[in-house]
Structure formats: structure tokens, C-alpha cells
């Protein structure tokens, strides 16, 4: 399994600001993912992170709204841009681990992000 | 693109009843299925998953079931515990992205 770190893991924001969203793994990843998990909701990706590339977007999401970077195989951040009282969420990173793990996709503790 | 439904979205039973929740997809491409337990104010974790290969899957008081024709899927719990009280979500996902389609959740509440 892959040990996934978040920071931060909760914040309290005004409208209008931003935050960046950490997420650190212990191990080379292919794939790292966001996710957005709203109160007592299930979870909604809102992007793919490509090391090396443009992050890609599901629909409904977008770049300037949650840009997203991934430098290398461990590391990633997502940005939540201009925020206002809906966005409100649990911001999930996930990862997908390659050989015995095949296609096993783990989660990270999570940032609970609040906007007044 | 992949749309899975789950039922129940509420399930509450006594403890040591067994507990069954189903989910279906809607993309025969779809051949990876996990099922993830998500406590209160905790992350997903994966609890068990199963391939387009096998139709069930075991472990311990948890099992999974696959009926590829019907599209439908299942989870399996005997002997519920209070510490199974939690909320489960299904998903579905296939070779071709591999980025997993989740259901809504089902609410576990098992009583002591």
C-alpha cells in the first residue's frame, strides 16, 4: 500500500482568497488523483495530476478555478482559487499503485476546508 | 461514460445480522470493482475488490459477488459488528482510464 500524506489538514478561509492543498506519497506513483467529497456525499474526482503535464479535468471542473501542479512521481498540490461558501468540501488525494497492488487506489487523510 | 447506482442508501441492523448492499453499473467495458468503508471523519479505505475474471470473492465476514451479465455487484457482510458501522461505496472502473466510478454510499448502522 502507499502511505499519503495531506496538508493542510483543515482550514478556515475567507471568501475570495485561496488555498494550496498538499499531498505527498512514500513511493512512486503513475497516477495521483483529486477529489472532492462534500458532506455526507460520495466522492467526485475533479481532476487526474499528470507529472509532467497539464492536470486533466473532469467536467465541471476547471484549470483556473483548481490548478493543479505535479512535479514529480511523490508530490502534487491542488489549488483552490478566488473560494467562496461552495467550496466548502473535504479535498481527497488518491493515488493508483502499480504491480502486485495493480489498479488498488488509496486515499489521503484529507483537508476539510471551510469559506465564511 | 460509467454510472453506478448503489441501494440502500440507509441500512441499519442488529449486531451479528448479516448486511447486504448492491450496486449496478452501465458500462460492460467495467471489469474492477472495489468496495471502500469510510468512517466518520476518516478517509476511504479499501476493505475489498474483485476482477471481471472471478464472480466472488471472500474474506472473512466480508464477501464480494459479481454477475457481469446483469451488471450488478454486492457486499457481503455476517456477523456485523459495531466497528462496521460506517459508510460503504461501491465503484467501477475499466481497463481502458482505470479511474474508478463511485456509487453514492450506503450508511451502515449496526446496533449493539
Known amino acids: 500500500s502507499a502511505v499519503i500524506s495531506q496538508k493542510p489538514s483543515r482550514d478556515i478561509c475567507q471568501r475570495g482568497t485561496s488555498l494550496t492543498i498538499q499531498c505527498q506519497v512514500d513511493s512512486q506513483v503513475t497516477m495521483m488523483f483529486w477529489y472532492r467529497q462534500q458532506p455526507g456525499q460520495s466522492l467526485t474526482l475533479i481532476a487526474t495530476?499528470?507529472?509532467?503535464?497539464?492536470?486533466?479535468?473532469e467536467s465541471g471542473f476547471v484549470i483556473d478555478k483548481f490548478p493543479i501542479s505535479r512535479p514529480n512521481l511523490t508530490f502534487s498540490t491542488l489549488t483552490v482559487s478566488n473560494m467562496s461558501p461552495e467550496d466548502s468540501s473535504i479535498y481527497l488525494c488518491?493515488?493508483?499503485?502499480?504491480?502486485?497492488?495493480?489498479?488498488?487506489?488509496?486515499f489521503g487523510p484529507g483537508t476539510r476546508l471551510t469559506v465564511l | 461514460g460509467e454510472n453506478v447506482e448503489q441501494h440502500p442508501s440507509t441500512l441499519s441492523v442488529q449486531e451479528g445480522d448479516s448486511a447486504v448492499i448492491k450496486c449496478t453499473y452501465s458500462?460492460?467495458?467495467?471489469?474492477?470493482f472495489p468496495w471502500y468503508k469510510q468512517e466518520l471523519g476518516k478517509r476511504p479505505q479499501l476493505i475489498i475488490d474483485?476482477?471481471?475474471?472471478?464472480g466472488e470473492k471472500k474474506d472473512q465476514r466480508i464477501a464480494v459477488t459479481l454477475n457481469k451479465t446483469a451488471k450488478h455487484f454486492s457486499l457481503h457482510i455476517t456477523e456485523t459488528q459495531p466497528e462496521d458501522s460506517a459508510v460503504y461505496f461501491c465503484a467501477a472502473s475499466d481497463r481502458r482510464s482505470y479511474i474508478p466510478t463511485f456509487g453514492r454510499g450506503t450508511s451502515l448502522i449496526v446496533h449493539p
Open positions: 495530476a499528470n507529472q509532467g503535464s497539464e492536470a486533466t479535468y
Open positions: 458500462d460492460s467495458a467495467s471489469n474492477y
Open positions: 474483485i476482477r471481471s475474471n472471478v
Open positions: 488518491s493515488v493508483r499503485t502499480s504491480g502486485r497492488a495493480k489498479d488498488t487506489q488509496y
